[in-house]
């Protein structure tokens, strides 16, 4: 993962075109190895001995940590295609055409049912 951040890094260094893939790829790259260098420095700051007792280092910002898990977390149960986008929509129309139906027919219903109680009346 690594050598293929670095290989989209040159040439966009280069000013070579990316596609969108490569471009998706390298940010998608980048996200997993800030975050793995942020965990790391988390776990065991860089510069304290081993066998000190493990602290967090003054400069380190837990926040930036803190969003950059969460942002992994959300993104993956938040994943949503374009395709399921369209179906939620879909669903959604469907939903209001079925509701005003049934809205429309009720109210035909109760306009006949005063029609009949007029009539049986007079």
Not at 37 to 52: D, H
Not at 85 to 113: G, K, R
């Amino acid at each position: 993962m690594l050598d293929e951040y670095k290989e989209l890094h040159q040439k966009k260094l280069n000013n070579e075109a990316l596609t969108r893939l490569e471009n998706k790829k390298m940010k998608s790259n980048r996200n997993v190895i800030e975050y793995a260098l942020i965990r790391q420095e988390f776990i065991a700051p860089a510069f304290f001995p081993i066998i000190s007792e493990s602290i967090l280092r003054d400069d380190f910002n837990f926040a930036l940590y803190l969003t950059h898990g969460l942002d992994i977390v959300l993104g993956s149960v938040f994943n949503l295609s374009s395709l399921s986008i369209l179906a939620a929509l879909a669903n959604i129309c469907v939903w209001a055409t079925i509701t005003n139906h049934l809205t429309y027919v009720s109210n035909v219903n109760n306009s006949f049912q005063s029609f009949v109680v007029l009539t049986n009346i007079i």
